[in-house]
């Protein structure tokens, strides 16, 4: 290859725009597949996508930082979303290490009934996804936090469902 061909790649090459996550942290791109990966399972069981909710992701994200800092693992009494929400869920997972583990995670979910309830709700219609990793006890852990929730009650044509 010629000099003049070779800077002209190279030049090609540094002018490709920058990809779209590029400016995302490492947290916000493993969140992003959460979604992919619950929406594919969702679409397997003939239900709607998640659509993301900037309020259920930011009070996911604040509750996954807030479990690894406490160093303490449950449900909270309340989840700090918007209050237009009039139903909302939540799903906890922990898992050592410091890969962000989506499929594993999933997989743990839907094989818990409450979780799986959540996951796999024809009623909700929402989600945000909020993952930390770092120590939790003497372990490096990661912590995943799904918030789903629906705007509306549902009305007669939906299905009652009591989540836990």
Do not use: C
Not at 59 to 75: I, Q, T
Not at 76 to 85: D, H, L, P, R, Y
Not at 107 to 131: F, T
Not at 148 to 164: D, E, K
Request: aromatic share 6%.
């Amino acid at each position: 290859m010629s000099t003049v061909a070779a800077t002209t790649a190279a030049m090609v090459l540094l002018a490709v725009p920058a990809r779209a996550d590029a400016g995302r942290t490492a947290s916000q791109r493993a969140e992003q597949k959460m979604t992919a990966a619950i929406n594919s399972v969702r679409a397997r069981n003939n239900l709607p996508a998640f659509r993301r909710s900037a309020s259920l992701t930011g009070s996911a994200e604040r509750y996954s930082r807030r479990l690894m800092e406490k160093d303490w693992f449950g449900h909270q009494s309340s989840i700090q979303a918007s209050s237009e929400f009039k139903l909302l869920g939540e799903a906890l997972e922990m898992h050592t290490g410091r890969r962000f583990e989506v499929w594993p995670t999933i997989r743990r979910w839907l094989g818990a009934p409450s979780h799986r309830a959540i996951l796999l709700s024809p009623v909700m219609r929402r989600q945000g996804a909020g993952v930390s990793r770092g120590r939790f006890g003497r372990s490096r852990a990661v912590v995943w936090v799904l918030h789903v929730g629906r705007l509306t009650l549902p009305g007669p044509g939906l299905p009652n469902v009591s989540l836990p």
